[in-house]
Structure formats: structure tokens, C-alpha cells
Nanobody, 118 residues
Framework: VQLQASGGGLVQAGGSLRLSCAASGRTLRQHVAGWFRQGPGKEREFVGGIRWTVGNTYLADSVKGRFTISRYPAKNTVYLQMNSLKPEDTAVYYC????????????WGKGTLVTVSS
């Protein structure tokens, strides 16, 4: 699976962005797709994930109520809708995917930079 993240940019605090993660090479059925981020001087952290087949989503406490994850099967794409952005959301955002019942192989896309100005 090849993953391509896009949609990052500069936004003011309180604004919104939608990130996309387009997969190619194989369908994301039977996968879990996730978003991670790495802020300046910070370790990479989990943001959220979606179990493709059933659509269950999981979000980190730090983004609950502000971010949502969705998928568009026809485009084999996962989205991260980010609302009420805060300066601390500034980070490079990465998407990944692995088979639902195995993490032995995890596919990563290149990151997309999100900068939130105060």
C-alpha cells in the first residue's frame, strides 16, 4: 500500500483544515488507517484511526470533539477533519495503514505540515 497525505497548510487558531490520505496499490478494506503527528521537538503521537470495514473511529483525547476521521471507499481515501485548531496542533501529520489483525507490516505516507498561528 502506498499512502499520500495532503491538505496541510497555514491556518489561524480556531480555523479548520481537512487532511486527505489517498491509498494506492491495494484497497484499504480489512485495514486500519490512522493519523499520527509530530510537533516541533516532540515525539510522534497518535491522533486517530478508523477501522475501514466497519467504520469505527478512535481519537486521542487531545483532539476529541475537534477532529473527526472518515473514509471514502470509492476513492480509497481517509480524511482527517480538523476544526477549532490550536497552536499546539502544529505538527507534521502522517497517515498509516495496517491489516486489521496484524501490525507486522505498517505502511506510512509522507507527512503533511500543519501550522496553526495564534
Amino acid at each position: 500500500v502506498q499512502l499520500q497525505a495532503s491538505g496541510g497548510g497555514l491556518v489561524q487558531a480556531g480555523g479548520s483544515l481537512r487532511l486527505s490520505c489517498a491509498a494506492s496499490g491495494r484497497t484499504l478494506r480489512q485495514h486500519v488507517a490512522g493519523w499520527f503527528r509530530q510537533g516541533p521537538g516532540k515525539e510522534r503521537e497518535f491522533v486517530g484511526g478508523i477501522r475501514w470495514t466497519v467504520g469505527n473511529t478512535y481519537l486521542a483525547d487531545s483532539v476529541k470533539g475537534r477532529f473527526t476521521i472518515s473514509r471514502y471507499p470509492a476513492k480509497n481515501t481517509v480524511y482527517l477533519q480538523m476544526n477549532s485548531l490550536k497552536p499546539e496542533d502544529t505538527a507534521v501529520y502522517y497517515c498509516n495503514a495496517h491489516l486489521t489483525f496484524s501490525t507486522s507490516v505498517i505502511h506510512w505516507g509522507k507527512g503533511t505540515l500543519v501550522t496553526v498561528s495564534s
